[in-house]
């Protein structure tokens, strides 16, 4: 009867409780859900940093768009002069896409028009003037405004100017924007752009 109490009691010890086993369970359940958090925020980051990348690259473009020489287009009389400036690109015709519809939680294609309608690129305005285009599927809206207007005469270089990426990743209708600007100093007429990407609700 020892040898037997013996033994039972062994067996005993070598169980888990009950109370053991909801444990181990719910610490399980615990890093499963960290894990797949952590699997959809990296997920996010990745598809976020098209927009990041994106503005930046937009970034550069427009500040090497300043730095070319504009001129008045009028005729110039034999013996004149003109002056030369500086000058933003003006304000893109449209968003590409055009409706933010056509992101919302899936990417879309651009065609060449869209980053070079007819309009801008007579104008020379907009992503024409910048010589930016996205050749691959994007899940972000691009815009870009400025206050020039190098149409006129004499022309405006404008003072100012903002390019944003507007996406929708999860399809629920709201809308993340990322956000560059940049301002013309009055006294050096340099242009001078904000150090970071401004972020509104970024996992949107």
Known sequence: MKNIHKLMNRKNQGAFTLIELMIVVAIIGILAVLAVYGVSK????AKTAEARNSLGQITK????AYERESMNGAPMAEGGTTGVTRA???TAAQSIPA????????KYQSKKTDW???????????????RFVMDAPQYFMYMYTSDSDTGANPISPGTNFTATAQGDLNGDGVVSTFTT???ID?????LLVSPNITEDKPEE
């Open 99 to 106: 409706a933010a519809a056509s992101i919302k939680g899936q």
């Open 42 to 45: 990296y997920i996010a980051n």
């Open 116 to 130: 070079a309608p007819a309009a801008d690129v007579a104008a020379n305005k907009g992503f024409p003037c910048i």
């Open 181 to 183: 600007q940049g301002n």
């Open 186 to 190: 009055a006294t050096s007429k340099r």
């Open 61 to 64: 473009d427009i500040a090497a």
């Open 88 to 90: 933003l690109c003006m």
